[in-house]
Structures are given as structure tokens and as C-alpha cells.
């Protein structure tokens, strides 16, 4: 049955030469098989999962592919090491930055209750500044003032006002729901713009 498969016989009537109804041996044709086993069924799902943890960090395929490849295919932990990769990329594209100059940017204002917070957070185009990720570290930076703000405050009747300078700042925590502090918010910022940021007061 498999010498059947492996060779074609075909039935050739030819006048001349040979008699009709001479079997003639004809070489095989080349099979076409179709995979439908687990590994096609794995490519697709991690092709999904490539999707879907590009469309959540919004950072490259090529980093995506590699923290999934990195971590096994669980997504949680490849956003992780996306994460810390950037912060670790931001710091040094933040150092080959710094002498350059950042004359645009955003003023944030956040109030609640009895007290307002007024950051300035500068970059170097307008271009940046019209950023969706930009303006969200902004408000992360208000945000992260105001909680400051909020701590340290212990008379709610009396007026007070506070500044606090760059390097301040760039220490507060970055919030209740994300870890770390504003200057590692800040790292996160530079790698998705390629651009200087910085915050000022």
C-alpha cells in the first residue's frame, strides 16, 4: 500500500512503441502536508499574546517577543520585565540626554478638597507635550504631589503652602497603584518619547 502511495501508476494507452494498456512507472509527486498539530496551534496563541501584550505596554515587537521568549509565555511577568527593562533603557537614554534643553512642556493642576497642587513637568518639543503619555505623567506627577501633600498635612484649617525643587520631586511615590518612585516614572516617560523630560517644581 505505501509502494502505492510513494509512486503514481498510471494506465497509458500509446499507439506505436508500446501496446495499449502498458503500465507505465511515473516518479512520485511531492506530497503537501498541512500541520495541524500543537505546535501550529502554540505559534498562533503566541502570536496573540504578542498582540495583546504590545497593545497593553505599547512597546515594540521586537522587546515584546523577547520578554515573552524570556518568560516563558506568561504575560504577567513578560509586562514585568518590559517594564524593568525600560526603566533600565530610560536611565540611559536620560544620561545621553541631559545637556539638552527642554523649553516646552505641560503645567498640571490637581485640587481636592482644600488643597491644589500646581506641577510643571518641561520636555523638549511641543510635539512631546501633545503626547498621551506625556500628559498622563503629568497627572501621574500631580498625583503623586498631592499625596505628599495630603500626608503631610495635620491642621486642615490652616493655609499653607509648600515647594518642592526637581530632586524632591523626583522622590515622591508614584502612587498607590504603581511602585516605585516619580523619577522611575519619569525613566518609563523617556523611553516612550526618546526625548528629554524632565520635571521641574
Not at 80 to 105: I, N, Y
Request: net charge positive.
Amino acid at each position: 500500500m505505501s509502494l502505492l502511495r510513494s509512486l503514481r501508476l498510471c494506465l497509458v494507452a500509446r499507439t506505436g512503441s508500446r501496446p495499449a494498456g502498458c503500465l507505465v512507472f511515473q516518479p512520485a509527486q511531492p506530497w503537501h502536508a498541512v500541520h495541524t498539530g500543537p505546535g501550529l496551534a502554540s505559534s498562533a496563541s503566541s502570536k496573540e499574546l504578542l498582540m495583546k501584550l504590545r497593545r497593553k505596554t505599547g512597546y515594540s515587537f521586537v522587546n515584546c517577543k523577547k520578554a515573552l521568549e524570556s518568560c516563558g509565555g506568561d504575560l504577567k511577568q513578560a509586562e514585568t520585565w518590559l517594564h524593568k527593562q525600560a526603566q533600565k533603557e530610560g536611565w540611559s537614554k536620560a544620561a545621553k540626554l541631559h545637556g539638552r534643553k527642554t523649553r516646552e512642556g505641560l503645567i498640571g493642576l490637581l485640587q481636592e478638597g482644600n488643597a491644589a497642587v500646581l506641577v510643571e513637568v518641561n520636555c523638549e518639543t511641543d510635539f512631546v507635550s501633545r503626547n498621551l503619555k506625556f500628559q498622563q505623567l503629568v497627572q501621574q506627577v500631580a498625583l503623586g504631589a498631592m499625596l505628599h501633600c495630603r500626608s503631610l498635612e495635620e491642621q486642615p484649617s490652616t493655609y499653607s503652602k509648600g515647594f518642592l525643587d526637581s530632586s524632591e520631586l523626583s522622590g515622591l511615590p508614584a502612587g498607590p497603584d504603581r511602585e516605585g518612585c516619580l523619577k522611575d516614572q519619569l525613566a518609563l516617560a523617556i523611553v516612550g518619547s526618546a526625548h528629554p523630560i524632565c520635571m521641574i517644581r
